[in-house]
């Protein structure tokens, strides 16, 4: 059992930049891939971007070029720099592993953290 625990998260001013931090215990966290999505009031839950147990990473297109995802396996952590943040990034943040690798369908994640909320004003 995988427990995930993220922060970070805060109010910010458009342009901003905010690192989110996702922590990990109980499970071989160099095994996991790891995700995070978010989710925005009234919205469905989407994937944001995602880091293999190698290394790889993946973005959505909403955020490629401006966000990125590093791991710390010594840490047991996994980060989101979020740079140049719009009012559209405004929704609350969640990590997520999987042993199965990543994959861009949020809820196809086995364990989840609580979610930390980002919002961005105009």
């Known amino acids: 059992q995988v427990q995930l625990v993220e922060s970070g998260g805060g109010l910010v001013q458009a342009g901003d930049s905010l690192r989110l931090s996702c922590a990990a215990s109980?499970?071989?966290?160099?095994?996991?891939?790891l995700a995070w999505s978010r989710q925005a009031p009234g919205k469905e839950r989407e994937f944001v971007a995602g880091?293999?147990?190698?290394?790889?990473?993946y973005y959505s297109d909403s955020v490629k070029g401006r966000f990125t995802v590093s791991r710390d396996n010594a840490k047991n952590t996994v980060f989101l720099q979020m740079n140049s943040l719009k009012p559209e990034d405004t929704a609350v943040y969640y990590c997520?592993?999987?042993?199965?690798?990543?994959?861009?369908?949020?809820?196809?994640?086995?364990?989840w953290g609580q979610g930390t909320q980002v919002t961005v004003s105009s």
């Open positions: 109980g499970g071989a966290f160099d095994t996991y891939a």
């Open positions: 997520a592993a999987d042993a199965a690798g990543v994959r861009t369908k949020p809820y196809e994640y086995d364990y």
């Open positions: 880091i293999s147990a190698n290394g790889l990473t």
